[in-house]
């Protein structure tokens, strides 16, 4: 065989070499040749009759009538279900619940939020109130990191407040 730079020159004489010396071997036919093929292969001389062809099996019956629904179907077809009305409906939306009013922020919110607007201001704007930016970027610094450690600090641990902790998730 003759290989060509990236392989075989004459690929379809290739393919049917490889097919010829499968089925020589009885690679590829059905049970009930190759089971034959057990019984005979004692006889001396004769052919053995895996090196036949296989006869080709009758082509199935054309379906004229969709087939049922299987078990991985949802039982209507695919244009029925893109191209037909909405089965649902415009009554049957969902319309969520009113959400709970947010609770009234309490000093220490307002405490947090003045400390992390005056933060920002020192170190944006120090010149703005009469401060030197070395006296202002770190009082802008201690500002900020004072709001973040109090905010998490605010945070919740646990379950809230009434709650029964052997109850399971709570969302």
Known sequence: MSRGKDGPEDVDATFAEIVADLRAGGFGLPEEDTADTAD?????????????TPERPAEPPAVEAPPEPGWRSGGTSWD??????????DDEHYVPPEPPPLPRPRMGAFLILL?????????????AIGVGPTVATPLGILALATAIALLLLRVRQGPPPGADPSNGAQV
């Open 80 to 89: 029925t279900t893109m191209f037909s009305d909405d089965p649902a409906g």
């Open 40 to 52: 005979t292969t004692g006889t001396a001389g004769a052919e053995p009759e895996s090196r036949r």
């Open 115 to 127: 400390l992390f607007l005056a933060g920002l201001f020192l170190l944006i704007l120090p010149g």
